[in-house]
Each structure stands twice: as C-alpha cells, then as structure tokens.
C-alpha cells in the first residue's frame, strides 16, 4: 500500500508527486456540504458549559480533545477525544477530530466559547502536500470526510474556525486554566499552574458525577448494549470450549457486538477462565475455556456517545457450577445484593462497599479462613488478601468515571438521585495459596452490575442479565 504524509514528510515506501499530477486533484468535485444539524446532547453539552463558565469568571478555559496515538510506525490506535471535551461537546463516536481545541474566551458577562479544530480536507488546495490526499492522518482520502467549520458549528453550537489560529488566541496575559498532558502545542502556550489546573480538573469530573438526562440516556443504552454482548457470549461458550484459545474467541464474540452497537469497547475485555480469573485485571485472554471451570467475562459496549457500560458475570463454562464453584459464587452474590441494598439518596458512598465486605468477612470466617488466624481482631479490611480491591465506582464516559473528583465529593461523599455506579464485589482464590483448602485455589468470582440512584433507591440498568446461580444455570441452558 503505498502512503505519503503531507505532515509528517515522505517515508521510504512513498513516491513523490508532481506538480502535474497535484493538479488532477483539484478540479472536477460536486459540492458535497451538509445542512447543519444540531447533535442530539448539544443542548445538554450548552449548559455544561455554561457551568463551567460560571465557575471561572474572568479566567480563560483550554480544554484539548487530545490527539491521536502511534500505534506502530505510521499506523494509530483509534481515536477516543478527552472525556472533558466530550462532555462539554456532545461530540460523537466517529465525527471527532483530533487535535480539536475548546476554547472559553473570558468577557465582561461571561466567556465567548470557540472551537478551534480542523476543517474538512479543502479540494483546491495547492500542487504540494494537499492534505485531501497526502496526508494518511487526517486527509479525507485516507479517514474519512470531517465536517466543514460551518458543519461543526450547527452540530456543536460552538462558533468553530481553523485550528491554525490557536497560537494567536492563547497569546496575551490573559489567566488561564487548561487540562494539559492532551495537547503539546497546548501545553506549550500555557504556562503550567499545578493548583489552577487540578482544580480545573476537579471541577470538570465533578460536573459529571451527577448525570443529567441525556447522559442516563446514553449509559442506559451502552449497558443494555453490553448485556446483549453478555448472551452472545453465553450462547457462544460450546464453541469457545473447542478452540485452543477460548478465551480469544469469548472476546471476539463480544467485541464484535460493540463494534456493531456502538463506537467500540469502554476498556479493554476480560475474558478469564480457570485461574485467570483470580487476575483482576486479565486482557491477555490466551487461555482455553475448559468444561468445569468457571470464565469470568468483565466487559462494557462504549456507545457512540463514548458513555459505557460495565458489567461482570461469572459463568460455568459447562452450564452447572461445581460445589465448590456455587458456594464461592453464592457469598459474592450475598455480599452483591446487601450492597445493592446500602443503595440510596443520602447514604454515604462507602455504605455499598462496607456492607459487602461485612458479608464476604462474615462467610469466610465461618469458612475457617480468618486471614493470621483467630488471635487476629475480626476485621473486614484484613480479607482483601482475597477480595483485592473495592467493591465498585462511578460509570459514565469513562469506566472509572470521575476519578479526579475531590476525595470529599466522591469516595466521602453521599449518593445523590443521578449518580450511576457499579457495585461488583468479588472473591479471588489464588492457585498459589496455601491459606485455603486446595478445593478453592485457583477459583475467582465477580459479579457487577450497573445502578442509577433514583429519588427513592436504585434501578439497575443491568436487569436483564441473570445473577443468581439457579438463574445463571437456567439461562445458560436455555441458550444452548
């Protein structure tokens, strides 16, 4: 495939093009431009930036979408904008444009918000590095038609003009706040100021803490997504148990429901089987998928909002847990529903985690498995030799949304009616252990699912997935 890069020069492999053959492209093309159309959340996005707008007055706002990422050589890793710039955007899946700059100009009632991006590939441009069709990154012949500036402003509601004029809009002695590390040029422009910043950055996830409706619109349908990727996978396990890396086939199986629901994979998928399901987080997914062993499936459909879901189910892969399986699986279920149940307005964001943790200390207790024995004070904390992490997160635009919230506003905070969450407490059995019995090494269970804080409790965006063990066993047979 022979390429030319406009931007980055020739490579080896690339042949130089006269001015002759330049020529060609500039003439003959049928005007293809788009009425503007406002996005569906570009209302939503307004308000948020209005909020923001109001937080900073009189100090200028950059925030980056970010750019794209090398993969090998000349070939890059899809690109996903900053979860920031979304939210302030409502930008969609494929339409975003790397290297895009949101800009908030402070005035005297506010800030004048522009976007600074790259237009679409012009078709008159000059003999020599035409972008429409040299440039592998962002020329139209090699990705994909971008929208016009006038496009981007109808479809955002931002004004948006060419990416060429950021330097002279960041000039001057204006105070700035800017998320940096997305943006070199940014970075460059911006003189650092470590307190401004993080508190930028705090303010911008805990705007997203509390979702509003267009957001629970989007996680709602990125989770319903992931469950449908759930029963492909059920119904796809006699196949997987037949190939020597059955974990690569279950991932496959699922991915390829997010690709076709959706934008793609909110992270990474972990297909676990047999031991591998005592690694948290297992993405090699090289292992086979064996008869009487269980396969822990952690995955989540990003929808083409970049919302996701995030859901875990631990599966016999035959159709029947063990006895030993059922009773590791049923205290992680019991611990999951007493978390379920600390679930409402107004209680402290821990109580979910605390009452899960309470019960899995409890069962392993009565199981002899104190860890340091029974001189040792009974204390929930001391079983994370066998629980490993939390119990749950905030879920939004990122997995693990929100994560650069004050501690005070998230982790010691309340629930309020809006926040979206997982609770997903687990236990994991290493294969190396010698302070269990050998019947439970090597055994990990999770099971995760997705909560929104309602005005009286929590509905689960994950309900049409099984969670008990009869359940899971019913299920798993009717699909096959």
């Not at 070199?184 to 950055?201: F, Q, R």
């Not at 509003?212 to 449908?228: C, F, G, P, S, Y």
């Amino acid at each position: 495939m022979q390429q030319q890069d406009g931007v980055r020069g020739l490579r080896s492999h690339d042949h130089q093009i006269p001015d002759a053959v330049a020529e060609v492209f500039r003439h003959g093309w049928a005007d293809t431009g788009l009425s503007p159309r406002p996005l569906p959340g570009a209302a939503w996005a307004a308000k948020r930036r209005a909020a923001l707008s109001e937080r900073f007055p009189g100090e200028r706002i950059v925030i980056p979408s970010g750019g794209i990422k090398t993969r090998s050589n000349d070939f890059d890793y899809a690109f996903r904008p900053h979860s920031a710039y979304i939210h302030l955007t409502a930008e969609q899946g494929t339409r975003a444009v790397p290297d895009s700059v949101l800009v908030f100009e402070p005035t005297g009632h506010g800030h004048e918000v522009t976007l600074f991006t790259r237009p679409r590939s012009p078709r008159d441009a000059g003999p020599h590095g035409a972008e429409l069709y040299s440039d592998r990154r962002h020329g139209e012949f090699w990705v994909g038609r971008r929208r016009t500036l006038t496009e981007t402003a109808g479809a955002l509601g931002v004004e948006a003009v060419s990416r060429d004029h950021l330097e002279r809009a960041l000039a001057g002695g204006v105070p700035t706040r800017a998320v940096r590390g997305e943006d070199p040029v940014v970075d460059a422009l911006v003189a650092p100021s470590a307190l401004a910043d993080t508190e930028l950055l705090a303010f911008l996830a805990e705007q997203r803490l509390v979702k509003d409706a267009w957001e629970i619109e989007q996680v709602r349908a990125a989770v319903q997504h992931t469950v449908a990727g759930f029963h492909d996978v059920a119904a796809e396990l006699p196949y997987a148990m037949r190939v020597e890396r059955g974990e690569r086939w279950v991932e496959g199986t699922f991915n390829r429901r997010a690709r076709m629901e959706g934008y793609g994979l909110g992270f990474e998928t972990i297909a676990a089987a047999g031991a591998h399901a005592c690694v948290l987080h297992w993405m090699h997914n090289d292992g086979p998928v064996r008869d009487g062993e269980l396969l822990l499936l952690d995955a989540g459909v990003e929808a083409d909002s970049f919302y996701t879901g995030d859901v875990t189910r631990t599966l016999p892969v035959g159709g029947r847990f063990t006895d030993v399986q059922r009773r590791v699986y049923e205290l992680v279920f019991a611990a999951q529903s007493a978390g379920i149940a600390a679930l409402r307005p107004g209680a402290p964001y821990g109580a979910f985690h605390d009452a899960a943790t309470r019960v899995i200390a409890e069962g392993l207790d009565a199981w002899g498995l104190r860890p340091g024995g029974d001189a040792v004070t009974h204390e929930p904390a001391l079983y994370r030799r066998y629980t490993v992490c939390g119990t749950g997160h905030m879920l939004g635009l990122d997995c693990h949304d929100c994560a650069a919230a004050r501690s005070e506003t998230y982790a010691q905070g309340v629930l309020q009616e809006g926040h979206v969450l997982t609770v997903e407490p687990g236990l994991y059995f290493q294969a190396d252990d010698l302070t269990i019995p050998q019947e439970l090494r090597g055994i990990g269970v999770r099971i995760e699912d997705d909560f929104l804080i309602t005005a009286d409790g929590a509905e689960c965006l994950s309900s049409g997935l099984p969670r008990g063990a009869d359940d899971i066993e019913a299920w798993m047979g009717a699909l096959r």
